[in-house]
């Protein structure tokens, strides 16, 4: 005996996957006992059957059953550590019956299968004739032994496959965004893979909309058209793990408002989008109900790929900006272009015509206004499509504006600043009254970032927008080496103080703590607004 149970241990830890080795763990305790009957049991931490291995009962009559047995009755006796033995199981005081079908089992033998510290399932030995013997125990508990060991590796070797094929996916995403930071398809496969590599029955991506709305944008598997274009409830629990930035598992979708598609669904994850202290987005998985639940190696899992998604939709946010600013500046270049020009060559050229028509007979002096009425007409033209290539900018929100610029920091800065707007809506008005007070916001806001980024040597940075009391201020504030070391170029902090004089306000740049090692910059630029 002791022979066979050497072989059988050392074909335990041949097996690399885990179904092998509960298959192979099932002949060696048959083999090495003489039960006829065998049986592995996985359960979750509530003593709930997950998973379900047997030999020895054909397979209609499991069919019939139909169901695996949780660890209740005389199941639940059996110990975490050693084993129960019964001669008769239905003798046993905690016996509750068997399943309709079930064939009768007599002596019983139970053993718990420990894995990484923790109970991971139960052996079941059953129907053996004289019933199981101290060796068959001694044997049981030595293959238990050698079961957890390999149950061990074939755990890490699964959750290994598993990492390598959340990477590879994670991967495609990241460099189809950034070949196409537009590409749709790149964001639902975040969706169509994090469903499939997590056996979810359900998913959905979940991205920011206006007023502070947050919807799910793309959707994979069961009720994917249901869930589609769902607003999340102000008061739902998935929003509290946007605003904590805290992924979370459940038995069932949580919290006190669910949507009406997600209230069939059982075992839920959900794991945000972070990219630094930002939410970018929020990956939500259901699998269906009476499926094994999430763990916390799921969810460490999937927060790993959606960190990973928000960094490539971060990146491709910031190409998309980049390829915006680069659009709209070649226009004003254009713009530029022609009123130095164009426009000035089509002025000068009409005050000849008009000096002309004095000296010239009356003939050619109707040829001169009706040429000099198409070169006005020109000009009149060239006005008009300066005015649109100008104003694309300036008629933007002033939000988008700010946070363009703010993203587009980010590469040069290393982090993104942070932004406080005490009253969007004031903000707005006193930009509508004024269009050129938008961009006069804008290249303060590039100028003071773009020296922070290069002389303060700054780890955070802050931006605050205030208009009351029919004043706008731009306050930017940084933890950097102070003003003498982040301003050092003259003409640019001069350039402020024009555009803010121009506005009857005032410009200045004072440190924060003045006495400290590194004491900071606090820029304020105020003017007059509308």
Not at 230 to 247: E, K, N, W, Y
Not at 360 to 366: I, M
Request: hydrophobic content about 45%; aromatic content about 6%; charged content about 20%.
């Amino acid at each position: 005996m002791t022979d066979a149970v050497t072989d059988a241990i050392l074909s335990l830890n041949r097996q690399l996957d885990l179904p092998s080795v509960l298959n192979k763990m099932l002949d060696a305790a048959m083999k090495t006992t003489g039960a006829p009957l065998a049986a592995i049991n996985v359960l979750d931490e509530h003593g709930v059957s997950i998973d379900f291995h047997y030999q020895g009962i054909d397979t209609t009559v499991w069919q019939m059953i139909d169901r695996a047995p949780n660890s209740v009755g005389t199941l639940a006796e059996i110990p975490s550590e050693g084993t129960l033995v019964i001669d008769e199981i239905t003798e046993h005081p905690a016996f509750i019956g068997l399943p309709k079908g079930h064939p009768p089992l007599g002596s019983f033998l139970g053993c718990a299968l420990r894995a990484r510290g923790s109970v991971f399932g139960n052996l079941y030995l059953a129907s053996k004739e004289g019933g199981f013997t101290p060796e068959d125990e001694a044997i049981v508990q030595t293959l238990a032994a050698a079961a957890s060991v390999a149950i061990d590796n074939a755990q890490l070797f699964e959750e290994s496959l598993e990492r390598e094929n959340w990477l590879a996916a994670s991967q495609a995403i990241t460099t189809a965004l950034l070949a196409n930071p537009g590409d749709e398809t790149a964001i639902a496969r975040i969706v169509a893979s994090a469903k499939e590599l997590s056996g979810a029955a359900a998913a959905a991506l979940v991205l920011p909309g206006i007023d502070d709305e947050w919807v799910m944008e793309f959707t994979h598997g069961e009720k994917a058209d249901e869930l589609l274009g769902l607003i999340l409830p102000s008061d739902g629990f998935a929003m509290s793990v946007i605003r904590a930035g805290q992924g979370t598992i459940a038995q069932e979708p949580p919290g006190p408002t669910i949507l009406d598609p997600v209230r069939g669904f059982g075992p839920t994850l959900y794991a945000p989008l972070l990219a630094g202290a930002r939410t970018l987005g929020l990956l939500m998985l259901w699998r269906e109900k009476n499926y094994n639940t999430f763990d916390d190696h799921d969810l460490a899992t999937a927060q790993r790929f959606s960190n990973q998604a928000a960094l490539a939709l971060q990146f491709a946010e910031l190409a998309h900006v980049r390829n915006v600013s680069n659009l709209l500046e070649e226009r004003e270049r254009i713009a530029d272009d022609l009123h130095d020009f164009v426009s000035q060559e089509l002025f000068a050229t009409a005050m000849q015509l008009e000096s002309l028509t004095d000296d010239v007979s009356p003939e050619a002096r109707d040829r001169l206004a009706a040429t000099l009425d198409h070169v006005k007409r020109a000009q009149r033209e060239v006005r008009g499509v300066m005015s649109q290539l100008q104003g694309d900018r300036t008629s933007e929100p002033l939000a988008e504006r700010v946070r363009r610029e703010l993203i587009l920091a980010h590469d040069s800065l290393g982090f993104v600043p942070f932004l406080s707007v005490d009253d969007w809506g004031a903000a707005s008005r006193a930009v509508d009254s004024d269009p050129t007070l938008s961009d006069d916001i804008i290249a303060v806001i590039r100028e003071l970032l773009s020296n922070t980024a290069r002389h303060a040597h700054a780890t955070s940075c802050s931006v605050t927008i205030s208009a009351k009391d029919g004043r706008l201020s731009v306050i930017i504030e940084d933890d950097g080496v102070g003003p003498s070391g982040a301003f050092s170029r003259h003409s640019g902090t001069s350039n402020l103080a024009n555009r803010a004089l121009r506005r009857r306000g005032t410009f200045s740049l004072d440190p924060i703590h003045e006495d400290a090692e590194r004491p900071g910059t606090k820029a304020v630029w105020n003017v007059l607004a509308g």
